[in-house]
């Protein structure tokens, strides 16, 4: 599922559910821009805010925004509490000459080499601008979960262990990787399979080389549950000619899909909507270490009011992205994936057989 192909992290793993520093008492604070927080140290993001929108993002769900999500992912799964590891410390940039040659942070090159200026200019910790970069790419994707940001994040002192075994990898069985999801951060299969949802904007860039920026969904802008539909048609083709491991066929020309989004049964359950799509962050962007608490969601309230159509609370998904079956598929292409409850009945979309373009 998370591996060195996709961008599929949505939260701040380090240390989920542990103990964290104490807490600066919280006092609502007027930044010099007039944004209101509730703790001073936040006004520090503002410019923050309003320089990676245009010139990071350039104001869109797209490749950079994708990859915000899954390097603050590997950033932060490199812990385990057997085998050491920071965290989300940004270990993965300060470090980055060790942790990019791991061979599951293939392809991170890019990202970490966007971001660092960025850090550098704004004199921020890595780790703090990963998961605060991860933050704010959500809020550009139309239907994505808003969630929060923590700030207090220290400098790395030394780089993530190999993340051999730390990362899971789409080759991986369920087993394993509900595993090392439980141990990295307690996380519950439940809680696994909806971050699934995170590829819905996820592509692929070192499966197959000969065709980078694969995307995981036939709707790869938008963050819906329509990938759960999607990794249970039945495959018969692969996007490019040198299918990948961990690579399995998909049903939609142009559409990479992995072994590990195809296998948990337990997909069906959500092809109706994902409820922990609206109550993240439950478990959400805790580190050790942690000392001020800035909810984005207080952020970009005040944001708001100069870029509205940027920072409403969701940005919700268009009127026809309900679950349906990609044009050209029918119910019986649906593989069955549980005997004793049928997948839902959908509709496809009207015309010719959907095709998948490169991101």
Sequence with gaps: MYSRYIPAALLS?????????????????????????KNAACCAWFPVLEDILPNMFNNECGDDAHSALRLSFHDAIGFSPSGGGGGADGSIITFSDIELAYPPNDGL??????????????NVTAGDFIQFAAAVSLSLCPGAPRVGFMMGRPKATAPSPSPN???????????????RMKDAGGFTPTDVVALLASHSVAGADTVDPTIPGTPFD??????DTQIFIEVQLRGTMFPGSNPGEGEVESAVAGEMRLQSDHLPAILRRLV????????WPAPSQHSKGLSTR???????QRISLTVPTLFPHRLPLPANAGPHLPAGQKQSDIEQACATSPFPTFTAQSGPATTVPAM
């Design 13 to 37: 793993l380090a240390n989920i559910r542990s103990v964290y520093g104490a807490s600066t008492p919280e006092k609502r604070a007027t930044c010099s821009g007039g944004q209101s927080v």
């Design 165 to 179: 075994g730390l990362v899971p990898e789409p080759f991986d069985t369920v087993d394993s990787i509900l595993a």
């Design 272 to 279: 109706l909507g994902n409820p922990l799509l609206e109550t």
């Design 218 to 223: 036939s709707t790869p802008s938008l963050f």
């Design 109 to 122: 090159d890019d990202a970490v080499t966007t971001q660092s200026p960025f850090i550098a200019a704004h």
């Design 294 to 300: 800035c909810p984005l969601l207080d952020t970009v």
